[in-house]
């Protein structure tokens, strides 16, 4: 059983305008089992709370604290949060040429795990993962990333959530620029990774649409960098129904945030 | 004062315009002689020497006698290791000098060196030279004759410390097949200038490999020419450098037989204050090289601040009837989002940078065909990244 509790979290970043304020004060625990959705509108922080959570150096955390099963994130280097048990699944995945994939995945087991993984094992769960993510055996030879596609780089991305096997995992707009059939393949390995390892997960979306497929058991929603509403799978039907706009008052406005900060 | 003093920018300042120089009308316009007294000492001020610390190798310019890199081999039977005289190398088909550094080195080496792979040999072993430098000032002169149809691996590596001018001329028969491997592992301290010429027979297939981690000025000209249709021609180059070396690699690819192949690809890392590196590849195409395909790149990964690379890519083309023509040059700094990338999943920082540069490199090393060579720079790479904190 683990906690990320995350406390009255101020996060800035700079911008050519000057130190911008992006996330106001956000409070969130997720245990391990649960899934969260964190839902909002563009440039309302989401992604920032990933990150920064993370520990990507372009956020500076203000105030607040983060801690992982009472460890304190926040003193940790990046590499040390995923060791800790943290996963990010990037919304961009990042290219690493010359890198291959396989070479990249048996790095970071090994890394996480702080031994290298049985060679005959490893074998077999890898080739047994990409075949459940319905992945071409050949991408474990092609760079990481490298010319991959956009729903070839998100399975990925949850390939990786099911070998590391994290305590917590944030998922960052998985869904987006996926077509249907890619978005229920990518939502099973979700599903999977979180029924074998009992991972709390803590799902970022601009949509409802992949709540069908992983279903939330908290929603969160995310408004100018602070939750505004919170309330179980419920909300999210309320949300596809009606939209952002009533959290949205009309004198904000949306271009103070960069999209998807 | 001031204003006189902008008025005379110091000789250092970095200018690249046109004005500053009296560029070549064409490559093919450029000096070639076997008299010294042809050569000019360089000033620095050259289109050819303007990237070189000409101050700092003017003992390789000197017509002071010097000795010989310490040389242990390991020949392949078959092959055979001996010298020929000066007008025997000239009658040779091997191009004639082309600076100051390597005409010296021609006049002033106790003797040529001559490799000779017979034709139709196949060689299953490379031919090895170890060249090792005794903390003096060492001229090279070589010339490696593989015969008609024959196939031989040729590794050259170089240690220790010298001040060392070499001229290396490799006359590839007709059908051959040939790969040259130069490896540059000198101390710190070293000097080498090197004039290195391929001379492409029909329908062969000539490599050369250029591997530069030491040094502390290492200046390699690579000349490739074609002595007939059909030969192909690839040029490989992997270099890192650090603090305070400079390293140079110039390649001239002159295609004047029809239907002839060139790729010219090199990859650089740069770390550490002053490191400097400089690579300029020069292609002709003549009006008679109909059918010519050639490309050629560099690429350049700044992995700290302080660090300066130059790229110049050189196309001049006097024929449309060309297959293809293309060069590409990109230098870059050490990608964060890939550090954090890989940081995100648990790789710690130092072996993430170690990933990201093998990475880089990988493209070339694994096109070296040459095991013992491929293994060795990939360990030598790990090690300057080792150097980097």
Partial sequence: MSTLEIKDLHVTVETEQGTKEILRGVTLTINSGETHAIMGPNGSGKSTLAYSVAGHPKYTITSGTVTLDGEDVLAMSVDERARAGLFLAMQYPVEVPGVTVSNFLRTAKTAIDGEAPKLRTWVKDLKQSMNDLKMDPTVSERGVNEGFSGGEKKRHEILQMELLKPKIAILDETDSGLDVDALRIVSEGV??????????????THYTRILRYIKPDFVHVFVDGRIAEEGGPELADRLEAEGYDRFQPVATPEATTPANA | MSLLAQKNPAPEAHTDSVAAFVPDQSRAERTTS??????PVPSGREEEWRFTPVDRIRALFAETPGSALRREESVPDGVTVSTVSTAEWQGSGAPKPADRAAVVAADQAESVTVIDVPAETELTEPVRLLLTGEGALAHGHTLVRV????????????EGDAQYSELLSVVVGDGADVTVVTVQEWADTALHLGQHDVVVGRDAKARHIAVTLGGGIVRLNTNASYAGPGGSFEALGVYFADSGQHQEHRLFVDHEAPHCRSNVEYKGALQGDSAHTVWVGDVLIRASAEGTDTYELNRNLILTDGARADSVPNLEIETGEIAGAGHASATGRFDDQQLFYLQARGIDEDTARRLVVRGFFASIVGRIGVPEVEEHLMAAIDRELEGTE
């Fill in chain 2, 34 to 39: 076997y008299a010294v007294s042809d050569f």
């Fill in chain 2, 147 to 158: 015969g008609n149809f024959a196939k031989a691996t040729i590794v050259l590596r170089h």
């Fill in chain 1, 191 to 204: 599903n999977r990774a979180k029924e074998s390892t009992g991972a709390g997960v803590l799902l970022i």
